[in-house]
């Protein structure tokens, strides 16, 4: 929360890089000027601006729906701003109050500090750890006094509070909501104001948390009897999910098969983003910012009639996929990936590295059982399914589609067997 | 909060006491036999009930509205049970946390203090105050940690809060309810669980408060893992509000001309209760618990036909205004005030004790300005007023009407003037 400045000149560097931000995302309730304002101020007056991110510490394992957010704080750091991180960890080591869900205890100190650790490690792929500012909010939470907590409940009223999407649908289709889930949106609020945010990224669920979060700095600087007219309340940056690689639904734990993890290996990273639907690619670009404003413009031409622009959407895709590789591993990683991923599939080569079995010589194994023993399916009848729809390969052409077909090796001969896109198994005997 | 204890015999005594204590009030949720039973049980056992009481620190000073539940407790201490009274101070020393009402500044510790004391020293008038126990929530609130305030919250649900008629109102009127405003039902219903209440006293405007202290009870006895069924959580008794002395609106500060307070002098009380309608007696007899159950209804019976039974209820009202005297201050005073009462009304008597003033002998003095310089009105137009009403005499018989009237005395000559029906001045020259 920096002072508000008098009106000036505004230079296109700086509203360049505010619509850079902001694209793709949903600035409010300012404008991209005024963005580029406060962008422009900050470098002005060596004075940064605070970026604020909650950081869930009960979920540390991260995918891509998570680089959205974490690439936009990344890109107000290469700027020269102050990312600030928010470990909420006060309402984590309460679990459920209610005391009625057994099943959901609440975090030790321990997992807490795990937890944020893990989250950083892996954020560490897309954000500067050595600038962030970590704040546990306990820090000040467990310390605040029932004179505090009533004062912060005081800024608020109930009917304000059930405006917030998923409150007002549960009261109104009379889902129970326990009286201390109102309390959860305050405290992240709170936040904003004791970090002095001057920015909040969050996800577009987080519409009213964060817009709330702008409102009790306003509040309590009242509170304290400063002058709100020069002010500058957090402006925050809702940023959409990002959908898993189906194309449908957003990249969710619950759906692991359409996640990209930030812990995939660099070869799976590279084939499961060449596996997005065409339509995904611009999307993709855009929320994870891989490319300036003009540059995603340009893509967007080319990809509204690839025939007519002659070029091939699945090139686009893989410099994209070769982008985001070499992030969380590196450019050679990336390199690799790409040409493990052309030799299999475009030139329709075998790798040249993969696993290996013995096998009894002249002894007949059921493909099968083979499939479904080495673990390339996840059980027999998935295998069966595969070998159907003509997914299993030997040497890399010849397709299989009896499901009682065997295979039978001499002394020193060598098959490999291929199921699916991407996995394989060499077999000698 | 005792163990409930299996079905017994129930003694007739136990009953008529239950039955005495219910008069006039609601009791909840339970019935008069379930009550009688937990009283023979307390004395059978020797573990006296609980009786809980709140006490709001902002406002000591006592009517008759407030005598109704101090009676109420006065009979369960004389039925050997245990008062509990509860100074709300958690709450009262914030104030109005939202820092929009400037006019509603924090209570201090000293005037916490101050209060209660206030407050303590007129209720001993009805209650005994040297068994009582006095708890101030603020021992247990200022040490409540945000972990034990969420589990606090996570209690209730939203929409339960919401159905407390108050709230209810100002949620369907758009009238904004801050969220604060919720917590003070939990807190008083969390003081229910901390001095294990039997029962709790309340007006009719505390059945959401009330009741949600029995279910706080149930609900953190499951938190504790303790057998629910075996527990008896507090029972709730309902005292209606007390008329004024005009018989139409609540007693109320509000309106103090309708008010009779505990600290008002004798004569006064005894006055002002021979002014209630008589069709206020049998409610004012019954919600001040001034006679038992059989002998209301005889009241009841004679006060219906008073002609037939050849009564007059200006004696039942004399009865009853001698008692609740005896009361505040003692039976001589009580007979004294009656005395005095009826020589004055009754018999046309002008009192024998009453404050003297001198004038100047040969002075003409306006009646107007006597009335308004001796405070017997509060102004001069008061005074007017009074004159053309016929409210003014002198020497008991002779009624002034004109508002000009001057009053001249002899040196060595005196004259008493009255002002309404209570207030009287001896004028000597």
Not at 239 to 248: A, H, Q
Not at 299 to 307: G, I, N, R, T, Y
Request: some cysteine; glycine content about 6%; hydrophobic content about 40%.
């Amino acid at each position: 929360m920096t002072q508000a400045t008098p009106q000036k000149t505004l230079h296109p560097e700086f509203l360049a890089q505010a619509k850079f931000l902001v694209q793709g995302a949903e600035l409010l309730p300012a404008s991209v000027e005024q963005l580029a304002l406060r962008l422009q101020t900050a470098i002005e007056t060596g004075v940064p601006l605070r970026i604020k991110l909650g950081l869930d510490p009960t979920r540390p394992d991260l995918h891509l729906g998570h680089a959205v957010v974490l690439k936009k704080l990344r890109m107000f750091q290469d700027l020269g701003h102050q990312a600030v991180m928010i470990i909420g960890d006060a309402t984590a080591m309460v679990g459920d109050p209610s005391g009625r869900n057994k099943t959901r205890p609440p975090l030790s100190e321990e997992d807490v500090q795990i937890n944020a650790q893990t989250y950083l490690e892996q954020a560490g792929k897309v954000i500067k750890l050595d600038t962030v500012e970590i704040v546990r909010n306990s820090t000040f939470f467990n310390a605040m006094g029932l004179n505090n907590l009533l004062q912060l409940m005081a800024q608020v009223t109930v009917a304000q509070i059930l405006t917030r999407e998923d409150f007002n649908k549960r009261y109104t289709e009379n889902t129970p909501i326990a009286l201390h889930e109102f309390l959860y949106p305050l405290m992240q609020a709170y936040d904003s104001v004791m970090v002095k945010a001057d920015l909040e990224l969050g996800g577009t669920d987080q519409r009213f948390n964060n817009l709330l979060g702008r409102e009790m700095q306003v509040a309590y600087a009242k509170l304290k009897g400063e002058d709100v007219s020069k002010l500058n309340p957090q402006m925050v940056l809702l940023l959409p999910l990002l959908e898993g690689t189906d194309g449908k639904v957003k990249m969710s734990k619950s759906y692991p098969e359409h996640c990209i993890n930030f812990t995939d290996t660099a070869e799976d990273m590279f084939g499961k983003l060449m596996s997005i639907p065409d339509d995904l690619i611009l999307r993709y670009e855009t929320l994870l910012s891989i490319l300036p404003p003009d540059q995603l413009q340009q893509h967007a031409m080319l990809l509204e009639d690839p025939v007519k622009h002659g070029i091939n959407p699945r090139d686009i895709k893989a410099g994209m996929a070769k982008y985001i590789v070499a992030q969380y591993h590196d450019a050679q990683a990336a390199e690799a990936s790409e040409k493990g991923f052309v030799d299999r599939f475009r030139n329709k080569e075998l790798p040249t590295d993969m696993p290996e079995a013995t096998l009894d010589a002249g002894q007949a194994y059921t493909i099968i059982d083979l499939i479904a023993q080495h673990e390339l399916a996840a059980s027999k009848s998935e295998a069966k399914r595969l070998v159907q729809g003509g997914g299993v390969k030997l040497n890399g052409t010849d397709k299989l589609s009896d499901v009682d077909a065997t295979l039978t090796l001499n002394a020193g001969e060598s098959v490999i067997l291929q199921v699916g896109k991407r996995k394989f198994i060499r077999f000698t005997a």
